[in-house]
């Protein structure tokens, strides 16, 4: 009995025990997978803190970058105003130099036409002086005013004797400008040829580079206007003395005397001079 008790104990024991490391091992496996378990989660813990401070990290660059970008666009849009005000100043600034440039020029322009509308109060003055002079001096002859639409004339003096038949034309043209303009001559002469005047006289302030006093000119007599009226009566006397001679030669009549006549006359030789001067 106490052989089999002692089995039977030995049994129980050895059948205990195996429960025990049974258990035992259980138990280390379930701390193990406990353990394994715990690690896993604080590993998964550890990387959701990393991932929470990379998403942390990945705002706070994205604000950053956000306010860089807002900071950006401000300052461009002031750089846009300050540029835009700054344009605008320029094209106010622009527009009140062009309205001082514009009335620089409308001042300019209204001396401009004062002393023109003088200077051609002057000459207009000068002209009825002109006339009024003629026309006292010799009374028998016939002043006649140029219309305003030929250039460079003031007038034509029809010279006429005492038994008042007309003897010859002079054109007067009357100047007063500062310069002697160096186509009045020019002008005079056409003039001169379109009206069929025999002499052209120019009463001028300022003669010419190479005039100290009155003479002629390319075919142009240039006096001052004190010198007007001595230089017309030296004229007239040349006109009645080639009228005079034309007179005596009128009643001879043939043809050859006829083409003499016109080869020698005033009107042959101003249209010779046009040609010549034109070639």
Do not use: H
């Not at 009825?128 to 003629?134: G, I, K, T, V």
Request: with cysteine; glycine share 6%; proline share 1%.
């Amino acid at each position: 009995m106490e052989e089999q008790l002692r089995k039977t104990i030995t049994g129980d024991y050895e059948n205990k025990l195996s429960l025990l490391q049974k258990s035992n091992e259980e138990n280390e496996e379930k701390l193990k997978l406990s353990r394994q378990r715990e690690t896993e989660f604080l590993k998964q813990q550890q990387e959701l803190k990393n991932k929470e401070a990379e998403l942390e990290l990945t705002i706070q660059k994205q604000l950053s970058e956000e306010r860089e970008k807002l900071s950006e666009s401000l300052r461009k849009i002031e750089t846009e105003k300050s540029a835009q005000k700054e344009t605008e100043y320029q094209l106010k600034l622009r527009e009140l130099e062009k309205q001082l440039e514009d009335q620089k020029k409308l001042a300019n322009e209204m001396k401009r036409k004062a002393e023109q509308g003088s200077m051609q109060l002057q000459g207009e003055s000068q002209e009825l002086a002109l006339e009024e002079l003629l026309a006292t001096a010799f009374p028998f002859d016939r002043i006649e005013e140029v219309g305003k639409g030929v250039r460079g004339a003031d007038c034509i003096q029809v010279v006429r004797n005492n038994l008042g038949a007309d003897c010859g034309r002079i054109i007067w043209e009357s100047k007063r400008a500062e310069n002697f303009g160096g186509e009045w001559i020019e002008k005079l002469k056409a003039d001169m040829r379109s009206l069929g005047a025999d002499i052209a006289i120019l009463v001028t302030r300022r003669y010419p580079k190479d005039m100290e006093c009155f003479g002629e000119k390319d075919g142009v007599w240039i006096c001052s206007f004190s010198e007007a009226k001595a230089l017309a009566s030296v004229l007239r006397d040349g006109i009645f003395r080639i009228y005079n001679a034309a007179k005596s030669q009128e009643n001879k009549g043939d043809k050859m005397n006829m083409l003499y006549g016109y080869l020698t006359s005033t009107e042959f030789s101003e249209q010779w001079k046009a040609i010549r001067e034109g070639f």
